[in-house]
């Protein structure tokens, strides 16, 4: 018997898209790209993001006008109620697909424990 384990995977993002983690984060997403202000927001807050991942894997520190600049948008993205229910949600959705990725890869985490005995 072959087993086409894609077939699962895809049947499992669907599965997924039904969960309640799912469903709030789309939610959450949705009323950001319906709300100009928070998109826009929300696009400022994603290029701080990847600048600051940028320069923690060449080891640089921000200049204090970068700090001053990603301090501001920080307290906007705060004070902003979608971003923060997305925030939330994103915090949800993450956390089940580390417990779904945790079970996947069980045999594999055994195997090892296995060769630690």
Excluded: S
Aim: no cysteine.
């Amino acid at each position: 018997m072959t087993v086409n384990i894609y077939d699962n995977a895809n049947e499992m993002a669907n599965v997924l898209k039904q969960t309640q983690e799912y469903t709030a984060w789309q939610k959450a997403f949705d009323d950001i790209q319906n709300n100009e202000e928070a998109k826009n927001l929300f696009g400022k807050f994603q290029e701080v993001q990847v600048a600051v991942q940028k320069m923690m894997q060449v080891q640089q520190q921000p200049n204090p006008e970068q700090e001053k600049e990603w301090d501001i948008i920080a307290a906007e993205v705060q004070k902003n109620e979608l971003i923060t229910a997305l925030l939330t949600a994103e915090q949800a959705l993450n956390k089940l697909l580390t417990e779904l990725n945790d079970i996947i890869t069980k045999p594999v985490a055994d195997a090892y424990a296995q060769l630690r005995k």
